[in-house]
């Protein structure tokens, strides 16, 4: 099984500001088969990138990302109130699929 | 516009059974994979279980494997979740999700989940 660490586990932050999560792998993602997803109070996830560095539909450039192999980073280039949530990636390259624990984005 | 709207969940006793229901719309259901995720309440995503567009490929967590069934019904827009010998680890909100393709096994669109406790 893969297992995901992303760290931090929580980040304030300002509005404005630039923020960088990372998804770390146990072993390498097969094809780069890695998701981020945002999820707020009360709400579905939302899917924000997959193949690593793809934006889903709709998904705002100030949402990037990147990475290979075990090593994965989400980018928010300029942080607006709406971000501020938990954010989630999962590996679908090798069953079980899993997910990492998250990162909270709150305001400082 | 798709829909993913998720029903029969419920209080259930430990070491009891439920039948979750995903009804889609919006799309054509049996192009795409589907998947099942759980959240335990203030806790993270955990992905529970996948299925191909046409049933062919089925993909547990160890934590439910040989306790839950995930099966579709593409004549019926619908995917099931049949969850037995139930614990209270189990308990949690269950969404559905669209994957992205046929073999796809990440959620591009989502229900809003039923809660599921299970509790004496």
């Known amino acids: 099984e893969i297992v995901l660490t992303q760290s931090p586990g929580t980040l304030s932050l300002s509005p404005g500001e630039r923020v960088t999560l990372s998804c770390r792998a146990s072993?390498?993602?097969?094809?780069?088969?890695l998701a981020w997803f945002q999820q707020k109070p009360g709400q579905a996830p939302r899917l924000l990138i997959y193949?690593?560095?793809t934006r889903a539909t709709a998904i705002p450039d100030k949402f990037s990302g990147s990475g290979s192999g075990t090593d994965f980073t989400l980018t928010i280039s300029r942080l607006e109130p709406e971000d501020f949530a938990v954010y989630y990636c999962?590996?679908?390259?090798?069953?079980?699929?899993?997910f990492g624990p998250g990162t909270k984005v709150d305001i400082k | 516009e798709v829909q993913l709207v998720e029903s029969g969940g419920g209080l259930v006793k430990p070491g009891g059974s439920l039948r979750l229901s995903c009804l889609a719309s919006g799309f054509t259901f049996s192009h795409y994979s589907m998947n099942w995720v759980r959240q335990a309440p203030g806790k993270g995503l955990e992905w529970v279980s996948s299925?191909?567009?046409?049933?062919?490929?089925?993909y547990y967590a160890d934590s439910v494997k040989g306790r839950f069934t995930v099966s579709r019904d593409n004549a019926k827009n619908s995917l099931y979740l049949q969850m037995d010998s139930l614990k209270a680890e189990d308990t949690a909100v269950y969404y559905c999700?669209?994957?992205?393709?046929?073999?796809?096994?990440?959620?591009?669109?989502w229900g809003q989940g039923t809660l599921v406790t299970v509790s004496s």
């Open positions: 072993q390498s993602v097969t094809s780069s088969y």
């Open positions: 299925i191909s567009s046409s049933s062919n490929f089925i």
């Open positions: 193949d690593a560095s």
């Open positions: 999700a669209r994957g992205q393709y046929s073999g796809s096994y990440y959620g591009v669109s």
């Open positions: 999962q590996q679908y390259g090798n069953s079980p699929f899993t």
